[in-house]
């Protein structure tokens, strides 16, 4: 009965991979000219050649791609193999930063500096989101390697649940995360009458907790699903690569790798985030008493 709901992990991953091919792969126009129109909040663009004509608020970061900046981009700018021209009201707030193109009506249009990415200037520019990332993933493994410590068996038993029930610890994170959001609301509207800050405080308490832990679920169940022994014979014949610690920092591996790849590696947190969520609630912290019913032992 179990065996089908195993496969729901793979399949979901591979069904994510597939859509976001399927979202970042160029699409044709007529006369083989490419455009994509870039809109607001931090963009990543691949294997298109762009053109900006509304102000964008955050950064943006093209990859094989021309880009025309006809509108204000309040960020930084990165440029990997295209030309970059300026024109109009194109102003870039940040850095311009660029790699194997040119740059055409930079003068004056640019807040910060223009930095060739072949430059020492431009590699340590490029750097700075790519250490602050890296700096959250140190954060994540001690905080995975302390909960995994004292709560191993826990964190072993929601595993195996999230492997085996994905659907439904999917589902029930969104459900959860949406009450989160709507509780928050509510007691946002109490904040003038005191009680608010507390609920507040605790639901935040209560949801930081519930993130935490499962996404150290998730980081066993990744990691269970890459390297764990599938026989009782692989697993006598390992000497490292097995407990729960272990599948615990290749699962954070895996996932801290995705994280760094621009556009992929945030729809693969959320994605991840939900899991998480709702096996947290799902297992209730990896203890699955009864909630309601109190259950006794069968008289002889």
């Excluded at 940040?94 to 249009?109: K, M, P, T, V, W």
């Excluded at 659907?167 to 995360?177: H, S």
């Excluded at 096996?279 to 699955?288: K, S």
Aim: glycine letters at 12%.
């Amino acid at each position: 009965m179990r065996r089908p709901s195993r496969i729901l992990v793979p399949l979901t991953a591979v069904a994510a991979v597939i859509v976001v091919a399927f979202v970042l792969s160029p699409t044709g126009a007529s006369g083989g000219e490419r455009l994509h129109r870039i809109g607001s909040g931090d963009q990543f663009v691949f294997g298109r050649d762009s053109v900006v004509d509304s102000a964008v608020p955050g950064s943006l970061q093209v990859y094989g791609g021309n880009i025309d900046v006809n509108a204000p981009i309040a960020g930084d700018l990165l440029v990997f193999g295209g030309n970059v021209v300026l024109r109009g009201a194109g102003h870039v707030g940040g850095n311009l930063i660029y790699a194997g193109g040119n740059i055409e009506g930079a003068d004056g249009r640019v807040g910060g500096r223009v930095y060739s990415l072949m430059t020492l200037q431009g590699a340590a520019a490029t750097m700075n989101k790519t250490a602050i990332v890296v700096s959250l993933l140190l954060a994540w493994l001690i905080v995975a390697v302390a909960l995994t410590l004292v709560s191993g068996r826990e964190v072993r038993f929601s595993s195996v649940e999230v492997r085996t029930s994905a659907l439904y610890c999917f589902a029930l994170g969104l459900v959860a995360l949406t009450s989160f959001v709507l509780t928050a609301i509510v007691f946002s509207y109490l904040v003038p009458y005191v009680i608010g800050i507390p609920l507040l405080a605790v639901l935040a308490v209560f949801a930081i907790l519930t993130k935490v832990y499962g996404m150290v679920v998730v980081f066993h169940a990744v990691g269970a699903l890459v390297a764990a022994p599938r026989t009782h014979e692989q697993l006598m014949a390992r000497r490292w690569f097995r407990g729960d610690l272990t599948m615990v920092v290749i699962g954070l591996l895996i996932l801290g790798a995705l994280r760094i790849i621009p556009g992929v590696g945030a729809i693969v947190w959320s994605c991840a985030s939900v899991f998480g969520v709702g096996v947290a609630l799902a297992t209730r912290f990896g203890h699955r008493d009864p909630v309601f019913l109190a259950f006794r032992e069968a008289e002889a």
